[in-house]
Antibody, heavy 116, light 109 residues
Framework: EVQLVESGGGLVQPGGSLRLSCAAS????????MNWVRQAPGKGLEWVSV???????YYADYVKGRFTVSRDNSKNTLYLQMNSLRAEDTAVYYC??????????WGKGTTVTVSS | EIVLTQSPGTLSLSPGERATLSCRAS???????LAWYHQKPGQAPRLLIY???SRATGIPDRFSGSGSGTDFTLTISRLEPEDFAVYYC??????????FGGGTKVEIK
């Protein structure tokens, strides 16, 4: 079964760091492009970053320079390193598998709360 | 940067009625690059339509997508109780980034 399971969310103070993980099963992370998408409480979906099969990475302007997406092929796992966190980064973070120009498999999400 | 604007913000309809949701892009995009998702409370989004008009696996045929250029439409021919949710359009652009529209909530009237 194709599945994505996120973990690593939690409560962190402003300026702090957190690393999210997304464990994949049923397919190979390195063969697809993989995305992070977030959703602030009561708000819409917001794309965060992508890593392509060749290793290229891209970020939304509001996280560029603070967040880093990576993957561990041996663990078939995607990561999102989040530094210099702000209150506005509070959200549910989803990982999603990219297929051509859309996202066809989503995890259930992990919650990040940035607050003092 | 291409901006997607969805309308209306909220659509109040009864089960059995037809729903028509709009997604307008700030500049022309390839139909291949346009997708639709829905999201129920507390759940992850689910892919409905890709390539503007192709239904994803397992999506019933009451859902259909159409459009080209800057104007795209998602139609639900007859609303079922499970269709009341928030719907998002999404596009992929030449900078290899993705963006979402603001969403349309379809609520029970």
């Amino acid at each position: 079964e194709v599945q994505l399971v996120e973990s690593g969310g939690g409560l962190v103070q402003p300026g702090g760091s957190l690393r999210l993980s997304c464990a994949a099963s049923g397919f190979t992370v390195s063969s697809n492009y993989m995305n992070w998408v977030r959703q602030a409480p009561g708000k819409g979906l917001e794309w965060v970053s992508v890593i392509y099969s060749g290793g290229s990475t891209y970020y939304a302007d509001y996280v560029k320079g603070r967040f880093t997406v990576s993957r561990d092929n041996s663990k078939n796992t995607l990561y999102l390193q989040m530094n210099s966190l702000r209150a506005e980064d509070t959200a549910v973070y989803y990982c999603a598998r990219g297929e051509k120009y859309y996202m066809d498999v989503w995890g259930k999400g992990t919650t990040v709360t940035v607050s003092s | 940067e291409i901006v997607l604007t969805q309308s209306p913000g909220t659509l109040s309809l009864s089960p059995g009625e037809r729903a028509t949701l709009s997604c307008r892009a700030s500049q022309s995009i390839s139909s291949s690059y346009l997708a639709w998702y829905h999201q129920k409370p507390g759940q992850a989004p689910r892919l409905l339509i890709y390539g503007a008009s192709s239904r994803a696996t397992g999506i019933p045929d009451r859902f259909s997508g159409s459009g080209s250029g800057t104007d795209f439409t998602l139609t639900i021919s007859r609303l079922e109780p499970e269709d009341f949710a928030v719907y998002y359009c999404q596009q992929y652009d030449s900078s290899r980034r993705l963006t979402f529209g603001g969403g349309t909530k379809v609520e029970i009237k």
